[in-house]
């Protein structure tokens, strides 16, 4: 009886501490009274609303539903997706109607899109966007929050306060231009700060080896001029 009763106060525990942290992005967790609107970033709540300047957790911390707003357990966010890659590796969203590609990797590139008139990029969307009134849900806030995202030209200090990873990044898929350049992101005290390099000569940058090569990577191709992605098109 003793051993059920220990049993039964375990599971009870567990079970607070669940649902404790089940959270959506920009949703006010009633533990904190913060808002996660990426895996690593928050705002304060006012009335169960977001509101004010966002704040980063610490490097190698995660934004939670519990009372320690950030915690190194990975499996404790809240906010999952916004500003991640999608379980195939194929995009990001990075605003309520912004995203990125991922090209098959776990970070975001720099090849931007945008969704069309009415629709939002939904992390559990295999067609990146979708409709509200069909069910789809932003998994970024709106864009027009104080996110410091810059949704229009985003520069390389802008991607990586969203990336927030330490390294280098492909730019883009055109390659005489774009391919053979590349983001580097490092951290400046609390800051994450980013800039544009070009490798030297024919050569081109390889995701895979992070560094500038000889061999045209797969991602870069003559003619790819478009992106199609349903309902939307992506110069």
Known sequence: MLRFLILLGIGV????????????????????????????????????LPFGPVYTCPTGYYCTANDAICNT????????????????NTFACLTERTFSLCLGTTTPSLILGSCGVNLVCDY?????????????QATCPSDDTETGVVTTGLTPTAYCSIVQQHGRFPYGISLNTT??????????????????????????????????????PARCTL?????GLRNLEMV
Not at 73 to 88: K, P, Q, Y
Not at 124 to 136: T, V
């Open 13 to 48: 525990l567990l079970g607070i501490y669940i649902l404790g942290t089940e959270a959506d992005c920009n949703v006010c967790s009633s533990s904190s009274n913060v808002a996660c609107i990426s895996n690593t970033s928050f705002r304060f709540c006012s009335a169960t």
């Open 73 to 88: 357990d990975i499996g404790l966010r809240s906010c999952i997706g916004c500003g991640s890659c999608n379980v195939n």
């Open 124 to 136: 559990n969307n295999p067609d990146i966007c979708g409709s509200p009134s069909a069910g789809s």
């Open 179 to 216: 391919c053979k350049q590349y983001i580097y992101c490092f951290l400046n005290a609390t800051n994450w700060r980013g800039g544009l390099y070009t490798c030297p000569g024919q050569t081109y940058f390889d995701s895979s080896t992070q560094y500038c090569e000889t061999a045209v």
């Open 223 to 227: 003619g790819v001029v478009t992106l």
